[in-house]
């Protein structure tokens, strides 16, 4: 079943947390999608608003709605960040990276006051690790990065876009990592991920996320401080 519903109703809702004069961080992905077609029709009646995005899709977007872009080279603070998640737990602890787009949606969400993520109903879990981890790296000896991985038993698939291999927008490649069956501590583990060279970032987000939008199938959406 498609949740559109739900996603259009939570990135139309967390368009009208946006105000006059914000610097804002466009997130990237179907239920970011729908934020900002919402604010581009805010932005044609009137809100004044500059913004930069996550990834070149979104970035497209905006341009093609009229929204005024902060260039990356320019980017300092942002008042505030409207990006999905894969999953989001009761401690508003996050997987995100499913669009391939972390590296810079970290970036975007460390520069902004508060990250606001924009989710449908389903993205809410007890336990973080259902969905694959997205893990950036570097394509250069590759396979080096992904046996020194192995040995902290993050094993997975290097993400493919049809016959070839998926290229994020910074040219890297990505590690869909099965957590699944890791009983230890991710934010542990987290830190041992990082410190591989050739791993530019990975797909947790942790201590991030401010205010959520959740959005449900009925068309409504509710904005929440906590879960
Ligand atoms: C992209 C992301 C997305 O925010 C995440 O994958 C959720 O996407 P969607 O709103 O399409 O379910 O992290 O890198």
């Not at 009137?46 to 080279?73: D, F, M, R, W, Y």
């Not at 969905?131 to 000896?141: A, R, V």
């Amino acid at each position: 079943m498609s949740n559109d519903n739900a996603k259009q109703a939570a990135g139309y809702k967390a368009a009208e947390l946006v105000e006059d004069g914000m610097k804002v961080g466009l997130g990237t992905g179907s239920t970011a999608y729908f934020f900002i077609e919402k604010l581009i029709e805010r932005c044609k009646a009137g809100l004044k608003i500059e913004a930069i995005a996550t990834s070149k899709k979104s970035s497209e977007q905006a341009e093609a709605g009229g929204i005024k872009l902060i260039l990356p080279e320019q980017l300092q603070c942002l008042d505030i960040d409207i990006d999905g998640a894969d999953e989001i737990d009761h401690h508003k602890q996050m997987i995100k990276g499913g669009g391939g787009a972390l590296f810079r949606e970290k970036i975007i969400a460390c520069a902004a006051k508060e990250m606001i993520v924009v989710i449908d109903e389903t993205k809410l879990v007890e336990k973080l690790g259902a969905h694959p981890l997205p893990i950036e790296i570097t394509p250069y000896g590759h396979p080096s990065i992904i046996e020194k991985l192995r040995r902290l038993e993050v094993c997975g698939e290097v993400r493919r876009d049809g016959e070839k291999l998926y290229l994020t927008d910074n040219g890297n490649l990505i590690l869909d990592a099965n957590m699944g069956g890791y009983t230890q501590s991710l934010q542990e583990l987290d830190q041992k991920i990082l410190s591989i060279p050739g791993v530019i970032e990975s797909g947790f987000f942790w201590n991030l996320a401010g205010r959520v939008v959740v959005g449900y199938n009925d068309g409504h959406a509710e904005v929440k401080e906590s879960l």
